[in-house]
């Protein structure tokens, strides 16, 4: 395998929020992204993973850990050159498409504010262009450019966020839950459209999301994060195929499945950590072959093991 593009090491993000009380949103979370892939990161709500993607791309600063993107250690002080990289090779796709998108601007501009920021063209007719190409890329008229965010649908907002971190050709795109707000046909339109910008571009994808059916769909491995820890990670078959800790086996038994039959007889199982007295702290990684790991004690890793039949 090529060399990461993005490595994660031992990441950290603490919150104070008095003297006595420090929210420990992240801890010790560790993974690497490579080059055209799509990597997935899922939990549930308050879990960490919009905190993750907004440490990687420093709209947060990391309390601890080493962050390296594109072979530059991007977790400490940043110098210009750095800076300027960071900025250019990564691009965030926001949850909202209606608070990310600057109403007061047309959407033109909007795409196109890193292109002048960055001095990317060299005329207005050249920058013009490239906008409107983006959005034809992303399925909107290049006539949509005159207009502004709230004269758009929910998915055509979303089209114009995709767009706008397009536009500078990223190697890592990070899509902090970008189809959540989106009715469940118009996700399926904006995924497929990330795919085969994927195809084109060969960039790479930090996909965060609670939907797993869609995780699955479109991600080459899968890390599952819950309460600030990364409790397994694996391929997608590795995960789906052979869920090992609980929690992961929780998450996917809660999946509805389309055939009746099949529903019928599913159990959603349910997973209380304290109840379960799991200390995520105290865990180390385990390998089940491959890429597959799970955050575990020995004797815990032994019993999840028995318990998903993997002996």
């Not at 033109?108 to 292109?115: A, N, R, T």
């Not at 195809?199 to 991600?219: N, P, Q, R």
């Not at 959603?268 to 072959?289: M, N, P, Q």
């Amino acid at each position: 395998m090529s060399e990461a593009l993005l490595n994660v090491e031992g990441l950290h993000q603490h919150f104070p929020i008095t003297r006595r009380f420090t929210v420990k949103a992240v801890n010790g979370v560790s993974f690497a992204i490579y080059p055209g892939e799509t990597y997935g990161l899922v939990g549930e709500s308050g879990s960490g993973k919009t905190t993750i993607g907004r440490s990687i791309i420093r709209l947060h600063t990391p309390t601890a850990g080493t962050v390296t993107f594109n072979g530059k250690r991007i977790s400490g002080p940043l110098d210009r050159e750095t800076r300027n990289m960071l900025r250019e090779d990564m691009q965030m796709i926001f949850q909202d498409p209606m608070s990310s998108l600057n109403p007061r601007k047309k959407v033109g501009d909007i795409i196109g504010e890193g292109l002048d920021i960055h001095r990317r063209c060299a005329t207005r007719a050249e920058r013009d262009a490239l906008v409107a190409g983006m959005l034809q890329k992303v399925g909107l008229s290049p006539a949509h450019a005159e207009r502004y965010p709230h004269q758009f649908s929910g998915g055509q907002r979303q089209r114009v966020g995709i767009a706008r971190a397009l536009v500078m050709n990223p190697k890592l795109i990070i899509a902090d839950e970008c189809i959540s707000a989106l009715d469940v046909s118009i996700q399926a339109q904006v995924v497929n459209l990330m795919r085969d910008i994927q195809d084109e571009t060969g960039c790479a994808y930090l996909f965060i999301a609670h939907d797993l059916s869609m995780v699955k769909y479109i991600s080459d491995r899968i890390g599952v994060l819950h309460l600030g820890y990364l409790v397994e990670t694996g391929t997608t078959e590795e995960i789906f195929s052979n869920p090992v800790h609980p929690y992961t086996r929780s998450l996917i038994s809660a999946v509805p499945q389309p055939n009746p039959e099949l529903e019928k007889r599913r159990v959603a199982l349910s997973y209380d950590r304290d109840k379960a007295g799991v200390d995520y702290a105290a865990g180390t990684e385990h390998s089940l072959g491959g890429s597959h790991t799970v955050l575990a004690t020995d004797a815990e890793f032994e019993k999840w093991k028995a318990e998903a039949g993997l002996g």
